[in-house]
T-cell receptor
């Protein structure tokens, strides 16, 4: 069945460094890839998304890249700050109205 | 705009007991989802409603889980009887319509269930 693999499961960076989280999806029909940030005890919130007809999208310090051929997409956070510490989830949406989530990456930004 | 409301926020029950969770989506949102999020994992879809009809319940353990959205607005998710492995956060989400790539969806704060 459809699957989304996310790596790494934990990531620790120094404040100001960049962080990269990678996801791989299995369903080639997937056409929409959102990323969610979930702070401890809070709801997941959409931070950026990308559609299959776009290779890269950027929003201030956050960018997402998509390689449809390899079926993987990545989240890039530059100039990390302590408030970026959270769990980040990637997801892939298929044409069958189904969104599959990755297992999450716990990001620690050390001051 | 008001968000997705869920209650209760926390629930502790003994195994084999029953429990019910409630969700009130954003006004006008036709699509409602229930997700199960086990600690350290991503959300897993349990059931998806379009108005008051079920669109996808393929991952709902139907021997113990049930859900309804009778009037196409509020929804309840029930577990009876609960097992230890049901301990998780149950997230409700809603969307204007079925395609989140067009409309996005919003999560509620979730109900944290602990089965002891």
């Amino acid at each position: 069945g459809e699957n989304v693999e996310q790596h790494p499961s934990t990531l620790s960076v120094q404040e100001g460094d960049s962080a990269v989280i990678k996801c791989t999806y299995s369903d080639s029909a997937s056409n929409y890839f959102p990323w969610y940030k979930q702070e401890l005890g809070k709801r997941p919130q959409l931070i950026i998304d990308i559609r299959s007809n776009v290779g890269e999208k950027k929003d201030q310090r956050i960018a997402v890249t998509l390689n449809k051929t390899a079926k993987h997409f990545s989240l890039h956070i530059t100039e990390t700050q302590p408030e970026d510490s959270a769990v980040y989830f990637c997801a892939a949406y298929t044409g069958g109205f189904k969104t599959i989530f990755g297992a999450g990456t716990r990001l620690f930004v050390k001051a | 705009e008001a968000g997705v409301a869920q209650s209760p926020r926390y629930k502790i029950i003994e195994k084999r007991q029953s429990v019910a969770f409630w969700c009130n989506p954003i006004s006008g949102h036709a699509t409602l989802y229930w997700y199960q999020q086990i600690l350290g994992q991503g959300p897993k879809l349990l059931i998806q409603f379009q108005n008051n009809g079920v669109v996808d319940d393929s991952q709902l353990p139907k021997d113990r889980f049930s859900a309804e959205r009778l009037k196409g607005v509020d929804s309840t998710l029930k577990i009876q009887p609960a097992k230890l492995e049901d301990s998780a956060v149950y997230l409700c989400a809603s969307s204007l319509n079925r395609d989140p790539s067009l409309y996005g969806y919003t999560f509620g704060s979730g109900t944290r269930l602990t089965v002891v």
